[in-house]
């Protein structure tokens, strides 16, 4: 167990419509990351966030949102969703994000649109 | 950009023989490099990391040790379990980008048969 817990485990939904994934990263993490997991793509980082603001952006459709929360929670937004975005979400957490840290990671939320 | 190229797999061995799997990268900066694990149905945990060159990182009896001048992260163990069925995944974080976002290779998925 790492200690980063997502939320659904599951979610399957039609296309054209809204999704959040929820994430509680480790405990003391500043740091959470949200990657997208999928056949054709491989593993790819979406988004950072470090205490509460955004640090650093990849390969994030506009249709696509985070934030996190004050409490270090953070959620991704998928909206008007297309059968592509079909995937495994992970989310990661670390301490404050230094590239020589370990990212861990949560069981993901796998997304599936029909 | 930053890129990670592993073998192809799927790789299949017999339970105790040597494993090896390749690992090179194409950075701007000097990388932490990292192996990543999933399990069928689970997420990734990290196996072993090294955070300079000729660091080696070893766990539960992998190794890789990082080489700068092949700009590879070969994984290697010595006698592998039927429990080591897994996807292997290679990745990198490039302390030039910025910011921690970790790159990842296509995993290799790894069959021990008892």
């Known amino acids: 167990d790492s200690g980063v817990t997502q939320t659904p485990k599951h979610l399957i939904t039609a296309t054209g419509q809204r999704v959040t994934l929820r994430c509680s990263p480790r405990?003391?993490?500043?740091?959470v990351y949200w990657y997208q997991q999928s056949l054709d793509q491989g593993l790819q980082f979406l988004i950072q966030y470090y205490n509460g603001e955004e640090r650093a952006k990849g390969n994030i459709l506009e249709r696509f949102s985070a934030q996190q929360f004050p409490d270090l929670h953070s959620e991704l937004n998928l909206s008007s969703l297309e059968l592509g975005d079909s995937a495994l979400y992970f989310c990661?957490?670390?301490?404050?994000?230094?590239?020589?840290?370990?990212?861990?990671f949560g069981p993901g939320t796998r997304l599936l649109v029909l | 950009g930053d890129s990670v190229t592993q073998m192809e797999g799927p790789v299949t061995l017999s339970e105790e023989a040597f494993l090896t799997i390749n690992c090179t990268y194409t950075?701007?900066?000097?990388?932490?490099l990292f192996w990543y694990v999933q399990y069928p149905g689970e997420g990734l945990q990290l196996l072993l990391k090294a955070t300079k060159a000729d660091d080696k990182g070893s766990n539960k009896g992998f190794e890789a040790t990082y080489r700068k001048e092949t700009t590879s992260f070969h994984l290697e163990k010595g006698s592998v379990q039927v429990s080591d069925s897994a996807v292997y995944f290679c990745a990198l974080s490039d302390p030039f980008t910025g910011f921690q976002k970790l790159v990842f290779g296509t995993g290799t998925r790894l069959l021990v048969s008892p």
């Open positions: 405990s003391g993490d500043l740091s």
């Open positions: 990661a957490s670390s301490v404050v994000g230094n590239y020589q840290e370990t990212q861990y």
């Open positions: 950075a701007t900066g000097y990388p932490s």
